[in-house]
C-alpha cells in the first residue's frame, strides 16, 4: 500500500514537471480561488524562501524598450507579458524564458498596465490616453483601440461576472467598456466615476467593492459595487474625508472637536440614500493610517488587493521627507444599519514595513502571491518577500490585535537599476521583477 502511494506521488509530480503544480493538485479548492491545505504552508514556505535567480532569466537589456512599468502572467501560466517605457509589449514563455513576439509600436507612448481577460484576449493601456485589445492567436494587429479618456491612462481591471473592462486615468476619470459589443472599431463605453488626483483604481475578486488610491493621500472605496450605474459627479458633495478618532476596540467615537489631530484613520461614508441615490455604489472617503506619518500628507502610489479579497496593499511615501511604507489593512465586513454621528473605518491596519525610498518619484508596484500568504515588494535594486508572520500565515490565523511588522523571509538582489514592478506566476513557483534599465529577472526555488 505504501508502495502504491509513492508510486502515484512519483507519477503525478513527473506528470506536472513540478513540485508547485502537485502541491496545487493537493489544494481545496472553493469557488473561484485556491485554498491552499493547511499541512502544505511549510513546503510553500520552504519553497518561496529558497528563492534565487533563474539561470535562465529573460534578458530584455535591448536600447529600444526601455524601462520595465508592468508584468502580467496569463492565467494559465503559459505566456509573461512586460509593458514597457516605449511603446512596446513584450511577450515570453515563462518557463522556457524564451521570446516569443515583440508587439512593435504597441501603443504610441509608454505601456503602463496589462490585463488579460481570459487566457487569449489581453488588454494594454498607455500614455497616449488609449487601451488596446489584443488576441494572442494573432498578435499581428490588435484586436481594437478604445478611446474615452483624456489623459494618461494607467491601469486596467476587469469584472468577469459583467464583462465590462474598467480603465482609470490621470484625467480622474473611471470608465467601463462593454467587451459584449466590441467591434474593430472599439466598444460602446460611458463614464462610471470622476475624482481629483486619482492614483489606482482596483476591484475586489469578487467585484463588490472598487478601490482607488490618490495622491493626495485619500482612499476612496464604492461599496456594494455596480458598474452598470454611472454615477454623477456632482452627485456626491463630500469628497473630503473628516477626521474620525478610533477606540480602542476599533469602534468610532462618538465625540468629535476641531481642534488637534486625532489617532486612527480619517474615515467619512456617504450613504446614498441620503444623497438621493440608489442603494448601490455606497462610497466612503478615508485617510488610511500611516505608521509615524499621522500628520504628514503621503501619495498612495500602488494600490493591491488580496487574491481572496480579505485586505487591501498598498505603497505610499511621504510628501514631506524621503520615507515609504508598504502597509496592510484588513477589510472590517458589516455596515451599521442607519449611518451614526461618525461611522466605523471598514479598513484596519494590521501590517506595515518601511522601505527603502530608493528612486524617489517613480511608482513600485507590490503584488500578492496566488495563495495571499507572501508579498513581493520592490526593494531598491531588488525584491523582499515579505509574510504576516514568521511561519508564513494564512492572514486570517494570525491577525494582531495591534498592528505588527511585516516579516522579511527573503531579499534578493539581482538588477542593477532601480526594481519597478514584480508579479508572482498564477501556477509556477516563480516570480518576476523588473527594473528601471530594463532588465526583467525570473526567480525559482534554487534545490
Known amino acids: 500500500e505504501v508502495r502504491c502511494i509513492r508510486d502515484t506521488i512519483i507519477a503525478q509530480f513527473t506528470s506536472s514537471n513540478s513540485l508547485f503544480s502537485m502541491l496545487q493538485s493537493r489544494t481545496i479548492r472553493r469557488g473561484l480561488f485556491v485554498d491552499p491545505s493547511r499541512d502544505n504552508f511549510r513546503t510553500m514556505t520552504n519553497l518561496y524562501s529558497s528563492m534565487s535567480p533563474a539561470a535562465d ?97 494607467k491601469n486596467i481591471e476587469y469584472d468577469t461576472n459583467t464583462r465590462l473592462l474598467v480603465t482609470s486615468g490621470f484625467d480622474g476619470n473611471v470608465i467601463t467598456w462593454d467587451t459584449n459589443r466590441f467591434t474593430e472599431d472599439g466598444c460602446p463605453h460611458k463614464k462610471f466615476f470622476h475624482t481629483r488626483y486619482l492614483m489606482r483604481m482596483r476591484l475586489t475578486p469578487d467585484c463588490s467593492k472598487m478601490l482607488i488610491s490618490t495622491s493626495s493621500g485619500y482612499l476612496l472605496i464604492l461599496h456594494d459595487l455596480d458598474l452598470t450605474q454611472s454615477l454623477e459627479v456632482g452627485s456626491y458633495r463630500m469628497l473630503r474625508a473628516r477626521r474620525t478618532p478610533l477606540s480602542s476596540d476599533g469602534s468610532a467615537s462618538a465625540s468629535r472637536s476641531s481642534g488637534a489631530p486625532r489617532q486612527g484613520n480619517d474615515s467619512s461614508k456617504i450613504h446614498p440614500h441620503r444623497e438621493g441615490l440608489s442603494p448601490r455604489n455606497s462610497l466612503e472617503v478615508l485617510t488610511p493610517e500611516i505608521p509615524g506619518e499621522r500628520d504628514r500628507g503621503n501619495c498612495i502610489t500602488s494600490l493591491q488587493l488580496h487574491p481572496k479579497g480579505w485586505a487591501a496593499l498598498i505603497r505610499c511615501s511621504s510628501n514631506m521627507d524621503d520615507q515609504e511604507w508598504t502597509c496592510v489593512y484588513e477589510f472590517q465586513d458589516g455596515s451599521p444599519t442607519r449611518p451614526p454621528v461618525s461611522p466605523r473605518c471598514s479598513l484596519r491596519l494590521t501590517h506595515y514595513i518601511e522601505e527603502a525610498n530608493v528612486g524617489r518619484g517613480y511608482i513600485k508596484e ?82
Open 57 to 153: 532569466s529573460v534578458n530584455l537589456s535591448t536600447q529600444t524598450h526601455g524601462a520595465v512599468f508592468n508584468l502580467e502572467y496569463s492565467p494559465d501560466g503559459s505566456v509573461l507579458t512586460v509593458a514597457c517605457e516605449q511603446t512596446e509589449v513584450l511577450l515570453f514563455d515563462p518557463i522556457s524564458s524564451k521570446h516569443i513576439k515583440t508587439l512593435v509600436e504597441a501603443h504610441e507612448d509608454c505601456v503602463n498596465n496589462i490585463r488579460f481577460l481570459d487566457n487569449r484576449l489581453f488588454a494594454t493601456c498607455s500614455d497616449d490616453t488609449t487601451i488596446a485589445l489584443w488576441d494572442l492567436r494573432k498578435l499581428n494587429s490588435k484586436v481594437c483601440s478604445l478611446h474615452g479618456h483624456a489623459s494618461w491612462v
Open 366 to 447: 507590490l503584488c500578492f502571491s496566488p495563495d495571499g500568504r507572501l508579498i513581493c515588494s520592490p526593494y531598491g535594486y531588488g525584491v523582499r518577500l515579505l509574510s504576516f508572520d514568521e511561519n508564513c500565515m494564512e492572514l486570517t490565523d494570525c491577525l494582531p490585535v495591534q498592528t505588527s511588522c511585516l516579516r522579511e523571509v527573503r531579499s534578493i538582489y539581482s538588477h542593477s537599476d532601480v526594481v519597478l514592478t514584480t508579479k508572482f506566476s498564477p501556477t509556477h513557483c516563480q516570480l518576476a521583477s523588473g527594473c528601471l534599465s530594463g532588465r526583467v529577472a525570473l526567480y525559482q526555488p534554487r534545490f
